[in-house]
């Protein structure tokens, strides 16, 4: 039997152990502290003029090659714009400069409920005798009806003026009574040279109410975000994707105008337009921009 003096004195050692070395597994995890040299984000500051900021390249356009697997039809007349309806509310617009009847109603892929509308492609074919094999581009600015037909990943169903673009001189009207014509396609930048984005207000717009057709973008053609910034406020307001290229916003108060826009692409650009709803704005009034993607 151990003698009191020396489990005294083994108790002192093993408290001593204690103090000068802690076991590992009882202590805490030690507190991260930030690095010395880390520096904290300064706070953004809304802008007042027009701006864009430009991210990292985007997968939206692919490696660029062409993509096949797609069918292409046309309706309305032989040589028309297809539909001045649509479901993308650019209605007559389709038919005029800058779109000028080169235009496609686009499957659910190309669609995207909405969110494609404006974005462009290049179309090409060489199934038919009719087909030239060189591209045309094309802007969606409508939903194809229906499903795909067999085979096809995407449907392109173009306005008669576009399905005829890609037909060999005088050979136009033997490709549009070819039926579904199979093409190859891509995405390609939206180009409308001197013609800057402009903001179509809704008929139903009103103080409480806004609602806004944005069309015309150059580069993705479509938007995936847009906010609004009222007279004396320093706030995005986010709105919210109504239907086709048409964006709203209704918070229950009287919304103060002039009204800026802050516009983001398919691929994340950015481009912020001052002004671009004035004070004093009418319902069913464009008003057309001085500003673009670059």
């Known amino acids: 039997m151990a003698k009191p003096h020396n489990l005294l004195l083994l108790g002192a050692l093993v408290v001593l152990s204690l103090l000068v070395s802690p076991i590992a597994g009882a202590r805490g995890n030690p507190k991260q502290q930030p690095p010395a040299n880390k520096k904290r984000p300064a706070a953004t500051k809304p802008r007042s003029s027009n701006y864009t900021a430009n991210p990292s390249p985007s997968a939206v356009y692919g490696s660029g090659a062409w993509l096949s697997g797609a069918g292409a039809t046309y309706y309305g007349e032989p040589n028309g714009d297809g539909s001045d309806g649509g479901a993308c509310g650019y209605q007559t617009a389709v038919g005029k400069r800058p779109f000028d009847s080169m235009i496609a109603a686009g499957s659910t892929p190309l669609y995207r409920g909405g969110e494609g509308c404006g974005a462009c492609y290049e179309v090409k074919c060489n199934t038919n005798a009719a087909c030239s094999g060189k591209p045309v581009t094309i802007v969606i600015t409508d939903q194809s009806p229906g499903g795909l037909f067999p085979g096809e990943v995407a449907h392109f169903d173009m306005s008669g003026t576009a399905l005829g673009a890609m037909a ?102 950015v481009l912020v337009v001052s002004n671009a709803i004035p004070a004093g704005w009418k319902p069913g009034k464009t008003y057309r921009s001085l500003v673009n993607y670059p």
């Open 168 to 269: 060999k001189r005088g050979m136009a009207d033997k490709l549009r009574a070819g039926g579904v014509i199979r093409i190859q396609y891509r995405r390609v930048p939206c180009k409308y040279t001197g013609v800057n984005i402009a903001f179509k207000v809704d008929k139903g717009a009103n103080p409480f109410y806004m609602n806004v057709l944005i069309e015309f973008e150059d580069d993705d053609g479509d938007l995936s975000a847009v906010d609004l910034m009222e007279a004396g406020s320093h706030t995005w307001t986010p709105m919210a994707h109504n239907w086709g290229a048409m964006w709203r916003l209704n918070n229950g108060r009287a919304l103060k105008a002039p009204f800026g826009l802050r516009l983001t692409s398919d691929s994340g650009r």
